[in-house]
């Protein structure tokens, strides 16, 4: 199987090409249209700033090659958040895979953000999630959030109960860090790999 990991100006993208070899995946880390576009499955993981990920996805001609795609794509914390229609954070056009604005965690409701640390997910409604039981915990470190809608297969609460994961057609995407989430988070690339 040939796993893409999609290049672009975001952090924590060789976190999980480790983690895919943990498991005994090869992946490609690429910016690459074609390799891309071939190949079995896509990974759009990420940290960093929504606008200028962007800016680089527009450069390389990424942001109209990802909404494109046929093949499994699964989001990862940024990536899930450029993958709906906007961000609050700099007021940022995304890719409108998922037709949400991403909102800013409000600072005023006693707790730190951004939030960063364990929390659990719930209402789990997608093969994504076999072998998983409500109440499991991943990792998130994130400072904006994915509200809920009809395209939400995990809810975590934080402030305010929102999306840990969205699904729409062949998309996914999770707003929590499966490579930092031990066992669980090794469970649900499986999932995704045989999706």
């Known amino acids: 199987m040939k796993v893409a990991i999609i290049k672009y100006n975001a952090g924590n993208i060789r976190s999980v090409l480790f ?76 890719l409108g895979i998922f037709p949400m604005t991403v909102k800013k965690f409000p600072e005023d409701k006693g707790l730190k953000v951004p939030q960063i640390g364990w929390n659990t997910l719930t209402g789990l409604q997608s093969q994504l999630f076999a072998q998983l039981n409500d109440n499991t915990y991943v990792y998130f470190v994130h400072g904006y959030y994915v509200p809920h809608s009809e395209y939400t297969i995990a809810t975590t609460v934080y402030t305010h109960a929102y999306s840990a994961a969205v699904r729409k057609d062949n998309f996914m995407a999770v707003q929590f860090h499966p490579e930092k989430s031990g066992d669980a988070g090794e469970q649900i690339l499986r999932n995704f790999l045989l999706s």
């Open 19 to 94: 983690a895919l070899e943990r498991i005994g995946v090869d992946a490609v880390v690429t910016d690459d249209p074609e390799v891309i576009r071939t190949a079995d499955r896509v990974i759009f993981p990420g940290v960093g700033e929504a606008a200028s990920a962007m800016r680089y996805l527009r450069d390389k001609g990424l942001d109209t090659l990802i909404p494109s795609l046929k093949q499994p794509v699964l989001g990862i914390c940024l990536g899930m958040q450029l993958m709906c229609a906007a961000s609050e954070e700099n007021s940022t056009g995304c």
